[in-house]
């Protein structure tokens, strides 16, 4: 199993449809429960087919050790690694969804910007995986 077979097998695009998700529709970045839907900027991901954190991290690290450098890698980085940018933001959103790594991104480093400025700087590489660093 190699990681992009991984992923795509185990995450989805869209927000996650689960009853505790539906009922917070009014304010759902708020009220979501955390780790069911992760925010790309371009699009949001969910997971899907019960994935496994030690088995996704296992793959990753075999494949992108630097990943895990405790230093920030954006998806043009990740995108360079997997060799597409899709891939790379699914499979960033992924981790975070199984807490692998942190999600920087505009929204969640600077809610308060507005959202042309946002998409400006998502556009521009910013946003990121950041793993604690390990021996
Ligand atoms: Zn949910």
Same mark, same amino acid.
């Given at each position: 199993?190699?990681?992009?077979?991984?992923?795509?097998?185990?995450?989805?695009?869209?927000?996650?449809?689960?009853?505790?998700?539906?009922?917070?529709? =009014?304010?759902?970045?708020?009220?979501?429960?955390?780790?069911?839907?992760?925010? *790309?900027?371009?699009?949001?991901? =969910?997971?899907?087919?019960? %994935?496994?954190?030690? +088995?996704? =991290?296992?793959?990753?690290?075999?494949?992108? %050790?630097?990943?895990?450098?405790?230093?920030?890698?954006? $998806? *043009?980085?990740?995108?360079?690694?997997?060799?597409?940018?899709?891939?790379?933001?699914?499979?960033?959103?992924?981790?975070? *969804?199984?807490?692998?790594?942190?999600?920087?991104?505009?929204?969640?480093?600077? %809610?308060?910007?507005?959202?042309?400025?946002?998409?400006?700087?998502?556009?521009?590489? $910013?946003?990121?995986?950041?793993? =604690?660093? +390990?021996?």
């Amino acid at each position: 199993m190699n990681l992009i077979d991984y992923v795509t097998g185990h995450v989805e695009r869209g927000a996650c449809q689960c009853g505790q998700c539906i009922d917070a529709v =009014k304010n759902p970045e708020s009220k979501q429960p955390k780790g069911h839907t992760a925010d *790309l900027m371009f699009f949001k991901v =969910k997971m899907v087919n019960n %994935p496994d954190a030690t +088995e996704f =991290k296992s793959l990753a690290k075999r494949e992108f %050790p630097h990943w895990f450098d405790g230093r920030e890698h954006s $998806y *043009l980085q990740t995108g360079g690694d997997i060799g597409d940018q899709g891939l790379a933001l699914i499979t960033m959103g992924l981790g975070k *969804l199984l807490g692998v790594w942190e999600l920087l991104t505009p929204n969640s480093l600077l %809610p308060f910007i507005d959202e042309g400025m946002k998409m400006e700087m998502a556009g521009k590489g $910013y946003i990121s995986i950041k793993a =604690k660093k +390990e021996d």
